[in-house]
Antibody, heavy 121, light 111 residues
């Protein structure tokens, strides 16, 4: 059974850096790409980007390119979402989700439970 | 403002059918048969309900169906049940620069 386990809730101050994680189990980690999806408080889903763990090839959504970094370490079956300088507007729940290794797809069939990031002074 | 337009809310009584629309453009919904739908209960992660316009993942009841015409996709839920009450999001592939866009979500209330 495919499982995605995400790191715990974080409380950070504006300007701080952060890396959250998503660990895959129950499957070959390089067989699926990992996507990151943001959900701001009381709002809808927004696609941030994705990574192919086999070669770390990444795609970013236009709103997120340059604001976050997606990476992966296939040796420990873990993908990451990273900020170098957080803003209050980064407060949200962040989900990771798998997809088949195809560029043209939006089928996210397995989701992590989400990680709440709170940025407040 | 979300890339895809959904009604903010829909409602129906148990046993009835409802349809949620999802309007995009010729750059996303209209160009690709890559529309998916996600169900999200409060405090939970989204769940894939429909992919590639009308396909159902294993384990999703056939009460859920999807379709598309032009730039508009639709999710129909027949035989409404109380547990169907949730938020529903449509999603489309949008080409090799934007990649993926979501709708703003529709809150389904089962009366």
């Amino acid at each position: 059974e495919v499982q995605l386990v995400q790191s715990g809730a974080e409380v950070k101050k504006p300007g701080e850096s952060l890396r959250i994680s998503c660990k895959g189990s129950g499957y070959s980690f390089t067989s699926y790409w990992i996507n990151w999806v943001r959900q701001m408080p009381g709002k809808g889903l927004e696609w941030m980007g994705r990574i192919d763990p086999s070669d770390t090839y990444t795609n970013y959504g236009p709103s997120f390119h340059g604001h976050v970094t997606i990476s992966a370490d296939k040796s420990i079956s873990t993908a990451y979402l990273q900020w170098s300088s957080l803003k209050a507007s980064d407060t949200a729940i962040y989900y990771c989700a798998t997809q088949v290794p195809v560029v043209a797809t939006n089928t996210f069939d397995n989701w992590g439970p989400g990680a709440l990031v709170t940025v407040s002074s | 403002q979300s890339a895809l337009t959904q009604p903010a809310s829909v409602s129906g009584s148990p046993g009835q059918s409802i349809t949620i629309s999802c309007t995009g453009t010729s750059s996303d919904v209209g160009s690709y048969n890559l529309v998916s739908w996600y169900q999200q209960h409060p405090g939970k992660a989204p769940k894939l309900m429909i992919y590639e316009v009308s396909k159902r993942p294993s384990g999703v009841f056939n009460r859920f169906s999807g379709s598309k015409s032009g730039n508009t996709a639709s999710l129909t839920i027949s035989g409404l049940q109380a547990e169907d009450e949730a938020n529903y999001y449509c999603c489309s592939y949008a080409g090799s620069s934007t990649f993926v866009v979501f709708g703003g979500g529709t809150k389904l209330t089962v009366l």
